[in-house]
């Protein structure tokens, strides 16, 4: 997560134009061919229902999105492991997401 949000931060501008024209970027025909060929996979390994993963995906990418939008929007000041940190606990839950990023760490 870290080396993607530091691309981030070097080239903000460029993301933060895209983010905000994602249609003319072509982000959600990117987003259907990943969900496709990576997302679906790991889903149903999980045991996802096919019927609920299009949901649970665009939960996670919309909320994963928030977090970079927010960032981006304040000028990418906190450094791209505290902003990892803040997505590996909204994910994962504060205790778990602590222990992962520890387990990372190390």
């Known amino acids: ?12 501008k ?3 134009t895209a983010l905000k024209n994602n249609q003319t970027f072509g982000l959600e025909q990117i987003y259907s061919r990943m ?3 990576i997302f679906n996979p790991i889903l149903e390994r999980f045991g996802y229902p096919e019927e609920h ?10 909320g ?9 929007a304040e000028e990418c000041r906190q450094p791209a492991e505290e902003i990892s940190a ?7 839950g504060r205790n778990e ?7 990372i760490s190390h």
């Open 1 to 12: 997560m870290q080396p993607y949000l530091s691309y981030i931060r070097d080239y903000r």
């Open 14 to 16: 460029i993301f933060a």
């Open 35 to 37: 969900f496709e060929s």
């Open 53 to 62: 993963r299009k949901f649970v995906m665009m939960f996670y990418l919309n």
């Open 64 to 72: 994963i999105n928030a977090v970079v939008n927010q960032w981006l």
């Open 86 to 92: 803040v997505i590996t606990e909204c994910v994962f």
């Open 97 to 103: 997401g602590y222990k992962i990023l520890n387990d």
